[in-house]
């Protein structure tokens, strides 16, 4: 921290009002950064976190109120504005080029005038990578990066463009632990340099885990700012949700049924053409949930890509109900009653332009009731989406709003409540509740469980090792490619599940 900026916050935003039709996203916020501090902003979903950053970031202007920085009032027309005055954001969804290398992505986002050669651009790669841990290498293409790489990349961007203030929102949904712990030491090492960091999450542990202070948001409007030592697990949670939380969930003993999922000695090819998955076998029975544990890129997206027919099976089977769905289309295995929910929403959960009631049949458009003839019935498609905006608790301000406006944790609540809706029998959850608020969370886990009871098989591949450890009957680790072994959740420990992700074998597999 420099002499002239003790005291003096690096951002002070005072009063800000942004109206979207039908709500009001920021309600005379009041939001302040030191230099020098990690300000952790939490509230529930669609609570106006990301609203509040977007306009400090220039990509909203305010209705009312005004944004300081350094003192200095300012104006921020738009990211380049935010850039110069030393602002950086790391979005929910990432904004990279995927055809593109990490140097070139770096060197696209470049607003200053002179030239720079990708050979400076990888020398500074290297640099920061050194400096920060980042550990990337500036010839990859994004594409081939997994996604806690392309946040570093994020990352790596905003310190290359000379950030003092960087926004992350919710860095960690998307990590594994480990990840998230890289990640956290990277933050810290910037606060340690003086750097402001605004850190929006869900996850009340990382609060108490990075920041100094936090600032909980609340339909719109500031409910508090306290430091982090006035604050516990349970008051955070109530001024997020203006009740009481409870934290742990009732699980009834699994009764598993029929096989309904059969997969035999899957190959799948990654990317970059190795294999990513090698050979795995497993069966999921009704009534049953398999978890899958493992750090990110270990091959649980391909594996699932491949069940769910997105992506080619070099070898091997996959069986659903008995029947052969190897290489079949991602239409055809749905209509057998498969439910997905994709970890990458905005690429496969939903369509960003179209409406959210549109959405809301992406799966069944086709079938009646939806369908009439040679067109769509609107009114029953309306029904549908105003039954899952009020049973999933969607804020929305009408199911005619794009499904790329809601806020990151509505969308999930809509895709989730799709694909239950159609009571399939197998349902593939991908990080289900990455993004939620703890009520949406906790909901989210309880229909999961309700589901299985109703006698749903359930393959849940989840970053998240406390949401394992909670749903799961048996927990398959996978690590480079494969089963590294299968284990009932009563039977290990978070630690020694923390092993087997690193390729440990601890356990004999149970069946
Ligand atoms: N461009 C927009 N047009 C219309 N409404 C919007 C727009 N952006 C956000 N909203 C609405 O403003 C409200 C606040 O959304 P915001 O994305 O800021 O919430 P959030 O706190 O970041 O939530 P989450 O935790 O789910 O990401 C929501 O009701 C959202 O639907
Ligand atoms: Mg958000």
Do not use: C
């Given at each position: 921290?420099?002499?002239?900026?003790?005291?003096?916050?690096?951002?002070?935003?005072?009063?800000?009002?942004?109206?979207?039709?039908?709500?009001?996203?920021?309600?005379?916020?009041?939001?302040?950064?030191?230099?020098?501090?990690?300000?952790?902003?939490?509230?529930?979903?669609?609570?106006?976190?990301?609203?509040?950053?977007?306009?400090?970031?220039?990509?909203?202007?305010?209705?009312?109120?005004?944004?300081?920085?350094?003192?200095?009032?300012?104006?921020?027309?738009?990211?380049?504005?935010?850039?110069?005055?030393?602002?950086?954001?790391?979005?929910?969804?990432?904004?990279?080029?995927?055809?593109?290398?990490?140097?070139?992505?770096?060197?696209?986002?470049?607003?200053?005038?002179?030239?720079?050669?990708?050979?400076?651009?990888?020398?500074?790669?290297?640099?920061?990578s050194r400096k920060y841990h980042l550990d990337i290498d500036p010839d990859s293409y994004i594409w081939q990066l997994s996604v806690g790489e392309q946040q570093k990349v994020e990352i790596m961007k905003a310190l290359y463009e000379g950030a003092e203030i960087l926004i992350l929102d919710e860095p960690t949904s998307v990590l594994t632990p480990q990840e998230s712990n890289e990640l956290f030491s990277i933050i810290k090492k910037m606060r340690d340099e003086g750097k402001g960091i605004v850190f929006i999450t869900h996850k009340l542990a990382e609060v108490f885990a990075v920041a100094d202070r936090v600032t909980v948001m609340r339909k719109g409007r500031v409910i508090g700012t306290l430091p982090i030592?006035?604050?516990?697990?349970?008051?955070?949670?109530?001024?997020?949700?203006?009740?009481?939380?409870?934290?742990?969930?009732?699980?009834?003993?699994?009764?598993?049924?029929?096989?309904?999922?059969?997969?035999?000695?899957?190959?799948?090819?990654?990317?970059?053409?190795?294999?990513?998955?090698?050979?795995?076998?497993?069966?999921?029975?009704?009534?049953?949930?398999?978890?899958?544990?493992?750090?990110?890129?270990?091959?649980?997206?391909?594996?699932?890509?491949?069940?769910?027919?997105?992506?080619?099976?070099?070898?091997?089977?996959?069986?659903?109900?008995?029947?052969?769905?190897?290489?079949?289309?991602?239409?055809?295995?749905?209509?057998?009653?498969?439910?997905?929910?994709?970890?990458?929403?905005?690429?496969?959960?939903?369509?960003?332009?179209?409406?959210?009631?549109?959405?809301?049949?992406?799966?069944?458009?086709?079938?009646?009731?939806?369908?009439?003839?040679?067109?769509?019935?609107?009114?029953?498609?309306?029904?549908?989406?105003?039954?899952?905006?009020?049973?999933?608790?969607?804020?929305?301000?009408?199911?005619?709003?794009?499904?790329?406006?809601?806020?990151?944790?509505?969308?999930?609540?809509?895709?989730?409540?799709?694909?239950?809706?159609?009571?399939?029998?197998?349902?593939?959850?991908?990080?289900?509740?990455?993004?939620?608020?703890?009520?949406?969370?906790?909901?989210?886990?309880?229909?999961?469980?309700?589901?299985?009871?109703?006698?749903?098989?359930?393959?849940?591949?989840?970053?998240?090792?406390?949401?394992?450890?909670?749903?799961?009957?048996?927990?398959?680790?996978?690590?480079?490619?494969?089963?590294?072994?299968?284990?009932?959740?009563?039977?290990?420990?978070?630690?020694?599940?923390?092993?087997?992700?690193?390729?440990?074998?601890?356990?004999?597999?149970?069946?």
């Amino acid at each position: 921290m420099t002499q002239a900026s003790q005291g003096e916050p690096l951002v002070r935003m005072e009063g800000i009002v942004k109206r979207f039709p039908g709500v009001v996203a920021n309600d005379h916020v009041d939001f302040d950064l030191l230099p020098g501090e990690i300000h952790a902003l939490l509230g529930e979903n669609g609570a106006g976190k990301t609203t509040l950053m977007n306009i400090l970031y220039g990509l909203y202007q305010p209705d009312e109120g005004e944004v300081y920085v350094k003192g200095r009032k300012v104006k921020i027309r738009n990211p380049r504005d935010a850039l110069r005055l030393g602002i950086g954001m790391v979005h929910q969804h990432f904004l990279l080029v995927e055809r593109h290398t990490v140097a070139e992505n770096l060197a696209l986002g470049y607003a200053r005038s002179q030239v720079n050669p990708l050979n400076e651009i990888r020398d500074r790669i290297r640099e920061f990578s050194r400096k920060y841990h980042l550990d990337i290498d500036p010839d990859s293409y994004i594409w081939q990066l997994s996604v806690g790489e392309q946040q570093k990349v994020e990352i790596m961007k905003a310190l290359y463009e000379g950030a003092e203030i960087l926004i992350l929102d919710e860095p960690t949904s998307v990590l594994t632990p480990q990840e998230s712990n890289e990640l956290f030491s990277i933050i810290k090492k910037m606060r340690d340099e003086g750097k402001g960091i605004v850190f929006i999450t869900h996850k009340l542990a990382e609060v108490f885990a990075v920041a100094d202070r936090v600032t909980v948001m609340r339909k719109g409007r500031v409910i508090g700012t306290l430091p982090i030592k006035d604050a516990s697990r349970e008051k955070l949670a109530r001024m997020m949700v203006g009740r009481e939380v409870i934290f742990t969930i009732e699980k009834k003993p699994s009764r598993p049924g029929k096989p309904v999922l059969e997969v035999e000695n899957l190959v799948v090819l990654g990317d970059r053409g190795r294999e990513a998955v090698r050979g795995v076998s497993f069966t999921v029975r009704e009534n049953e949930i398999l978890g899958i544990a493992g750090v990110a890129g270990n091959g649980q997206k391909e594996l699932v890509h491949a069940i769910v027919g997105l992506r080619h099976v070099k070898s091997g089977n996959i069986r659903i109900m008995g029947i052969d769905t190897t290489n079949k289309s991602p239409r055809e295995i749905a209509d057998l009653g498969v439910g997905h929910i994709p970890e990458e929403r905005l690429k496969f959960g939903i369509v960003p332009n179209m409406s959210v009631a549109e959405n809301s049949i992406l799966k069944s458009y086709y079938k009646p009731p939806y369908r009439k003839g040679f067109s769509i019935d609107y009114s029953k498609v309306r029904e549908l989406a105003e039954d899952l905006i009020k049973e999933y608790n969607i804020v929305v301000p009408t199911p005619d709003t794009p499904a790329k406006l809601l806020s990151g944790g509505n969308m999930q609540k809509l895709i989730v409540g799709r694909e239950l809706k159609r009571k399939p029998k197998l349902i593939i959850a991908s990080n289900p509740t990455f993004g939620l608020d703890v009520g949406a969370t906790e909901y989210i886990r309880e229909k999961l469980l309700y589901e299985r009871d109703e006698g749903a098989a359930i393959l849940l591949v989840s970053g998240d090792l406390d949401e394992v450890m909670q749903l799961s009957d048996r927990i398959a680790v996978m690590f480079n490619g494969e089963f590294v072994g299968i284990v009932r959740p009563e039977e290990v420990t978070v630690e020694e599940i923390g092993l087997m992700m690193s390729g440990v074998r601890l356990k004999e597999a149970v069946s």
